[in-house]
């Protein structure tokens, strides 16, 4: 099978490319012959800007341009979709969500029928999130930071496309092993990609 591993973050170095390697690793090493391809969104200079061409695609008055198409074709290979990310203001990059706002888009991550009705069309697709945190799991919980994360990106993004979120983690700094324990828990989730009894399904 074949997952495609999407990391937004401008710095190779960053703990984030750390831990994308780690999954990537993990996935390898676990036998099966899985293969894997990296969408290092920054790196490939994506262009997030949602525009007036992109608004014309969501109507359906104008065909998907050429970077959206390559990056449909990434996903159209793809067994399982793992994000890699750092969390900003409590949500992924802007980058990530420009690649999402402009290749998840209508007519081919979902269909919007006449009278309102939504075809799901990446049912296929099973999705894994990797979010790094800079603030404790305290922090997280006592505000609702993370529920309200999964409520817009796991439920809100993905469930309205049909995709199964199998992993929803969020890495925090705060843990004792920091970060080595960060990269252990990427390679776990890259052994288990495609393994269904040792994926957790999102909560």
């Known amino acids: 099978m074949h997952a495609l591993i999407v990391v937004s973050h401008p710095d190779r170095g960053s703990l984030t490319h750390a831990v994308a390697t780690q999954v990537v690793e993990g996935l390898i090493g676990s036998g099966g012959g899985h293969t894997v391809e990296i969408a290092d969104l920054a790196a490939e200079g994506f262009d997030p800007r949602f525009t007036s061409a992109d608004i014309a695609v969501h109507l359906r008055t104008a065909a998907p341009s050429a970077d959206v198409l390559s990056e449909q074709a990434r996903l159209d290979r793809a067994d399982a979709l793992v994000l890699v990310y750092p969390v900003f203001w409590w949500s992924m990059p802007a980058l990530l969500k420009g690649w999402i706002d402009r290749v998840f888009s209508n007519g081919w991550a979902y269909d919007e029928e006449v009278g309102g009705k939504t075809v799901r069309m990446l049912e296929r697709l099973r999705v894994h999130l990797v979010a790094i945190g800079g603030a404790d799991m305290r922090t997280y919980a006592r505000h609702g930071y993370f529920g309200a994360m999964k409520t817009q990106i796991d439920h ?29 828990r990427a390679r776990d989730i890259g052994r288990a990609l495609f393994t269904d009894d040792t994926s957790r399904e999102a909560a």
């Open 156 to 184: 809100g993004i993905f469930g309205y496309c049909g995709a199964r979120v199998v992993t929803s983690e969020l890495l925090v700094s705060s843990d004792s092993r920091f970060p080595v324990s960060h990269l252990e």
